[in-house]
């Protein structure tokens, strides 16, 4: 089932998905949450940070990492959860999990992150951005979903969407880490968060009603319990 929640902008889609978040946190405090990077999310992270929840026996468990990239690297994703997240929201060393952008082993890596996700228990609540393809975390579209954390070649869309934060699409990794479309559909709760007219394609196909890995996103059509918030401009004019 799909709930959907209309926020008017990007402020107040910050308020209602950070809302989501404390609540769930309220109703059972040792949750571990699946988190996303991205501009979108930056909203709620802010939001939360103002609020000062105590989310000290919190666990977080990232979406994907950018290979070849250091943690100490500001455009790591590792970065952005010290910079906006674990830090500010003052979670524990021991309770961040993250891939690693340096690993030696891409699959050696992506073993050892699922077997940490079902270590803690599953995830309760998954955050999800969503990409102008309609990929969730790293999950390109493509002929089938892959089910498990995998390390994938990143497409010239999603390079060309990310450029902005690095110089130009050439400076992009060519390759991430990311859970895959089974580790994601796992969690108990999912929330989709969308902002912006870019998006509007893709959320419209989500709404659209068909499942397929050509629109990665559609395949939360199969979850039982998926909310997403978006603002009116993603909404383009829908709901
Ligand atoms: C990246 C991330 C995704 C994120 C997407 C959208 O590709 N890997 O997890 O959802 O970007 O990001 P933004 O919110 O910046 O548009």
Redesign the pocket.
Known sequence: MVEIIRAENYEELGRIAGEQILRQVEEKRDSVLGL??????RGIYRYLAEKKPDLSRVRTVN??EYLGLSGGDPRSYHYYMKEYVWEPLEIGRENRLIPDGLCPDAEEECRRYEEQIRVLGGIDLQL????ENG????NEPGPAFVCDTHKVCLSPE?RA??SRFFGSPEEVPRYALTMGIRTIMRARRILLVVSGGKKAKALQALMGGGVTPQIPVTILLLHPRVTVAADAAALGGKF
């Open positions: 996303a990077t991205g501009g979108t999310p979406l994907d999800l951005g969503l990409g990929h969730i975390g790293f999603t969407a990310n």
